[in-house]
């Protein structure tokens, strides 16, 4: 069985872009409308040798009550019920939000393994991108650019080695 990884974050952070970039697809669709992907998307990787499953989710929506947003924050549930890993990501443009903290809150009840990831983290200097984050109690930040590729590559093997 190949190791499954679920990206999870907020609309915007850029986790279709890493989708992506991990599975060198144009299947996920990649647009500045905040939510565009709105279903749970499977892709194949590989990293060196070793194979693995990556699942994009629309955005995790934690407030809504029904509609559109309320479907994204199921699957997103349900991409992480099937995650032996987990790669939260968060934007180290636009800094930590509240939604943030909340889908921090639903990661940690769910048990699994997860890595927190700061994006669009290039041309920025890893303590200033970072600092906000650690308020989340996830531990020391990954950083990376999906967009350029910076740090993924470490970022996939270090999570294989965690699940
Ligand atoms: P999603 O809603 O989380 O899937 O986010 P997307 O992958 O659709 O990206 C949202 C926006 O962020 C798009 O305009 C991307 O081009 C941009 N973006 C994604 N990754 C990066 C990055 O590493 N750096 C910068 N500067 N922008 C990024
Ligand atoms: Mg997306």
Do not use: C, W
């Not at 989708?19 to 409308?33: C, E, G, H, I, M």
């Not at 709105?38 to 699942?55: K, N, Q, S």
């Amino acid at each position: 069985m190949k190791p499954v990884i679920a990206l999870v974050g907020r609309p915007n952070v850029g986790k279709s872009t890493l989708f992506n970039r991990l599975t060198r697809s144009r299947d996920a669709l990649v647009a500045d409308l905040p939510g565009l992907t709105r279903d749970r998307h499977y892709g194949e990787g590989r990293v060196g040798e070793r194979p693995f499953l990556v699942i994009d989710t629309g955005g995790f929506e934690p407030v809504a009550k029904d509609g559109i947003m309320h479907e994204m924050a199921k699957q997103t549930k349900q991409a992480v019920a099937e995650a032996d890993i987990v790669i939260f990501i968060v934007d180290g443009r636009q800094g930590l939000t509240p939604h943030d903290k909340t889908i921090t809150d639903f990661l940690r009840k769910s048990g699994r393994s997860v890595m927190l990831v700061v994006n669009k983290s290039e041309g920025m200097k890893y303590t200033s991108v970072t600092a906000e984050f650690y308020e989340l109690g996830m531990g020391d930040p990954y950083v990376i650019s999906a967009a350029h590729g910076d740090g993924v590559a470490d970022l996939v093997e270090e999570s294989l080695d965690l699940a």
